[in-house]
């Protein structure tokens, strides 16, 4: 029992332990995930799409609203609530952008490409299973914007 002679860090290693046998499959099904989704929205210019880089592990289906859509990326994401589809800001976003950079001695130019992720980027979960219906219902849902 929990509690008794068995710390978390050992249920998390027997879970992780499991876990990574799996993981070379999760990665692969991941990617196919990953390829439908840049399929549907490769040729969409209201979003800027991740791209292939490597192997990536493709945890999520990153978006930034393209500054030249004329759309916002709130309006973006009332649709997106509104089909009960979860999704996150950008993670961090620019750090220029947050609070504690004032306790720093730093200097710095623009930072164009931050800015724009921090201010117009979102992503929607990817899954270690078949979720091309969810995509497609992604897709279908913004093309309505």
Known sequence: LPGYNVRPGELQGAIGKVQLKKL???????RENAKYFQKLFKNDKRFIIQKETGESSWFCFTMIVNPKSGISRDKVLQKLKKANIEYRIITGGCMLRHDVVKYFDYTYTK??????????????????FDIR?????????LKKL
Not at 24 to 30: A, G
Not at 111 to 128: K, Q, R
Not at 133 to 141: A, E, R, V
């Open 111 to 128: 930072s164009t490409n931050a800015d724009i992720a921090h201010y117009n980027g979102f992503f929607v979960g990817n899954y270690p």
């Open 133 to 141: 219906d969810k995509i497609y219902y992604l897709y279908k849902t």
């Open 24 to 30: 070379d499959n999760f990665l692969k099904i991941r």
